[in-house]
């Protein structure tokens, strides 16, 4: 079996589908988690966020953004962002999973979907969104060496984790933290099938309580 259908077979069992349906209505984004497979490794790709936008300038992200009206669900959104800000063709991406949402600082229920593209993608950034884009293995996510972690941070269950990475076709160096990093471990972990060398505070043989608990945590809230 390829590394590309077994990531994705392990992946489904993951898949969220309607157990957040209870949820109260929150306003709602969605990030897309592009996985892809070099000399035989997973890897995914990263934004660099555009200094002139107003939320979050110049931070390193997945593509995504808020759900328009016109969207059906949280994967529409997730792939008409990537179009819209890497040139990512919706139907050049297969669709594994949706992931446990998490409740960011501003309020946005943020749901991630995972897929695959193929290696050969060239990202077309829309400059007015995006700066840069660059890939970065997976495993990267599960070591010690380039992270660092502060608790009790922004009243968040478990560490707040930030990565520092360096990209090796530019040589340019991005801190990858807050909510983007803790989708890229929860990836990273369940994917490789894979122990963190770091606490992350949730099993990742079973995230799924983790998750919910942080979600209704979050909720009470707001």
Not at 34 to 50: A, D, I
Not at 171 to 185: K, N
């Amino acid at each position: 079996m390829n590394v590309q259908k077994k990531t994705a077979d392990i992946l489904k069992q993951y898949d969220v589908g309607t157990k957040f349906s209870y949820l109260p209505v929150l306003p709602k984004a969605s990030v897309l988690i592009p996985l892809f497979v070099r000399s035989g490794e997973l890897h995914t790709l990263m934004t660099l966020r555009s200094t002139r936008l107003k939320t979050s300038p110049g931070e390193v992200c997945f593509p995504g953004g808020k759900r328009d009206p016109g969207d059906r669900d949280d994967v529409d959104t997730a792939l008409r962002e990537a179009e819209e800000e890497i040139g990512l063709p919706a139907d050049e991406v297969q669709v594994v999973c949706t992931l446990f949402p998490i409740i960011n600082k501003s309020g946005l229920l943020v749901t991630p979907v995972v897929g695959f593209i193929d290696e050969s993608f060239c990202p077309s950034p829309n400059p007015a969104e995006v700066s840069a884009v660059f890939a970065v293995p997976l495993d990267f996510f599960t070591s010690e060496k380039d992270h660092y972690a502060a608790h009790g941070a922004g009243g968040m269950m478990g560490p707040l984790h930030s990565f520092y990475f360096v990209d090796p076709d530019s040589g340019s160096r991005y801190q990858i933290w807050g909510l983007t990093a803790m989708f890229a471990i929860l990836v990273a972990a369940l994917a490789l099938r894979k122990k963190t060398e770091f606490d992350v505070g949730f099993d990742s043989e079973d995230p799924f309580s983790f998750f919910q608990q942080s979600l209704h945590r979050r909720i009470s809230k707001l």
